[in-house]
């Protein structure tokens, strides 16, 4: 199965984000607590080196907790400021104040050596499309947060979000796009819905997700479509499907239907809590 995303545009991003990157102090970048490794870009690694670095495992709403926990360590253990995060709750973002607080606790101390005190840390938010970049500046700039810069003549470039006292944000998020030199990755970030899959591959991309789900999470699609767990995916799918009442005209069994129900119902957490990758995996 080969996946592809707009290669086109990786230049330019990186090129713009190199740029952007010069002007802040801290980059706090969303993964997708589903797929935290398959979801992060490593290019990120190099051109935030030097950076105060914060990982927020975003979604975790609709991740398994435990294993959410154990990302948190992964990557905490690597160096990063990080927390599971539902970036649709405002009040579940008052942490990473904090958390930006630690994160530049030695920038801070530098400048108030220097007698600088009560300059605003400067934070951008960088992650792959559909991470939840959007809402999670939306949610943790609120509505009573004033822009600064981009006045008419008085500072051409960059918009900059005021949080409070001692957070500015960069209001455009830096985008990464997923890399793929290994197609589980492709794979993981097709179950969760981060990269469009084409309708011939979706019934393949069921496929996996039934052979991962009943091994992993065993008992779900028994609950969830009153089907035996055992045989090939294929059948289990072609009983998902009869269950349903997918059919197709001329009576034939409706896959594509079934398949896009399953990932659908994923999606939206329907089958319960699941991340699809573990850390001693990857
Ligand atoms: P982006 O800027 O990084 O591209 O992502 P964006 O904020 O647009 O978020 C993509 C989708 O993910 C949105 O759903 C958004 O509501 C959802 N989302 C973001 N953060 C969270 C979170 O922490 N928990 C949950 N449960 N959802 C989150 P949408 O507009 O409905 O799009 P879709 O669901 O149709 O993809």
């Known amino acids: 199965m080969h996946f592809q995303w707009y290669p086109g ?3 330019k991003a990186v090129r713009g984000m ?8 801290v ?3 969303l993964v997708d607590a589903r797929c935290p490794m398959s979801s992060k870009n490593p290019d990120i690694d190099d051109i935030a080196k030097n950076k105060s670095r914060i990982l927020l495992l975003n979604k975790a709403d609709m991740a398994d907790e435990k294993v959410t926990a154990q990302w948190k360590k992964y990557y905490e253990n690597q160096g990063f400021f990080v ?10 973002l008052k942490i990473v104040n904090s958390l930006i607080q630690s994160a530049c606790k030695e920038k801070i101390e530098r400048d108030r050596k220097r007698g600088i005190l009560n300059r605003p840390v400067r934070a951008m938010i960088v992650g792959i499309p559909n991470v939840g970049k959007s809402t999670f500046i939306n949610s ?5 947060c004033t822009k600064t810069g981009n006045k008419p003549g008085v500072t051409k470039g960059k918009q900059w979000v005021r949080i409070n006292k001692s957070v500015e944000l960069l209001d455009t998020p830096g985008i990464l796009w997923p890399k793929f030199e290994d197609q589980t990755v492709g794979l993981r970030l097709a179950f969760i819905g981060s990269i469009k899959e084409e309708l011939l591959q ?17 008992g779900t699609l028994k609950e969830k479509y009153s089907v035996e767990e055992i045989g090939e995916a294929s059948d289990i799918l072609m009983k998902i499907a009869e269950n349903r009442n997918f059919v197709k005209k001329g009576n034939e069994i409706d896959y594509e239907k079934a398949a896009a129900t399953i990932l659908d119902e994923f999606r939206h957490t329907k089958l319960g809590r699941i991340t ?5 995996e990857s």
């Open 9 to 11: 545009h990786m230049t």
């Open 18 to 25: 190199r740029e952007d990157i010069k002007l802040i102090d």
């Open 27 to 29: 980059v706090i970048e």
């Open 83 to 92: 927390h599971a995060v539902n970036s649709t709750k405002r009040n579940e």
């Open 140 to 144: 943790f700039s609120g509505k009573a």
């Open 202 to 218: 979706r019934v393949e991309i069921s496929l996996d997700f039934i052979d991962f789900v009943r091994e992993t999470y065993p």
């Open 276 to 280: 699809v990758e573990r850390p001693q």
